[in-house]
T-cell receptor, first 113, second 109 residues
């Protein structure tokens, strides 16, 4: 079966713009979680969605938001981009919110200039 | 306080050497993942473990749930194994992963 698909893989945006990233989970998976990887901070938890509801949120400003659709696909949005938002954004999907059988996407690399 | 600790942070090896990367965690987990990331690249999941040992080619991953410790071994290392290896644990009380800071491996021909 197809793996977790993140689109786009690479993206360049200008400061002040907004960006939307997409994560399509493995078929049947209902939980999608998002992570940010920066050189200084490593991988940090952004938020998790299960059955279209945000269940948990990390310590990020309100400029970072997300949603999940009825087909379990999830999007995350970052508004008013800052240079420090340049990072690899990674999503993971699992059948339940317990992440026992979780699979990772390859990530979207965002560069803000 | 880091929920996941990896060692070593950096590792340089000669081609053909046996390599071990260690991961210790302090939270209760439902599963542990080993991830690989090449420079500038995305992340590839190598293993998902909840007990025992798994082997895939030259890579072996083990986990000891009682000791809250996992190891990733690479036998007959090759320059293409040069990458950052990240340990990720899935918390059994929440719904998020905790990540180690990664081990940067360089294999010299």
């Amino acid at each position: 079966k197809a793996g977790v698909t993140q689109t786009p893989r690479y993206l360049i945006k200008t400061r002040g713009q907004q960006v939307t990233l997409s994560c399509s989970p493995i078929s049947g998976h209902r939980s999608v979680s998002w992570y940010q990887q920066t050189p200084g901070q490593g991988l940090q938890f952004l938020f998790e969605y299960f059955s279209e509801t945000q269940r948990n949120k990390g310590n990020f400003p309100g400029r970072f938001s997300g949603r999940q659709f009825s087909n379990s696909r999830s999007e995350m949005n970052v508004s008013t981009l800052e240079l420090g938002d340049s990072a690899l954004y990674l999503c993971a999907s699992s059948f339940t919110h317990k992440n026992t059988e979780a699979f990772f996407g390859q990530g979207t690399r965002l560069t803000v200039v | 306080k880091n929920e996941v600790e990896q060692s070593p942070q950096n590792l340089t090896a000669q081609e053909g050497e046996f390599i071990t990367i260690n991961c210790s965690y302090s939270v209760g987990i439902s599963a542990l993942h080993w991830l690989q990331q090449h420079p500038g690249g995305g992340i590839v999941s190598l293993f998902m473990l909840s007990s025992g040992k798994k082997k895939h080619g030259r890579l072996i991953a083990t986990i000891n749930i009682q000791e809250k410790h996992s190891s990733l071994h690479i036998t007959a290392s090759h320059p293409r194994d040069s990458a950052v290896y990240i340990c990720a644990v899935a918390s059994n009380t929440g719904n998020q992963f905790y990540f180690g800071t990664g081990t940067s491996l360089t294999v010299i021909p």
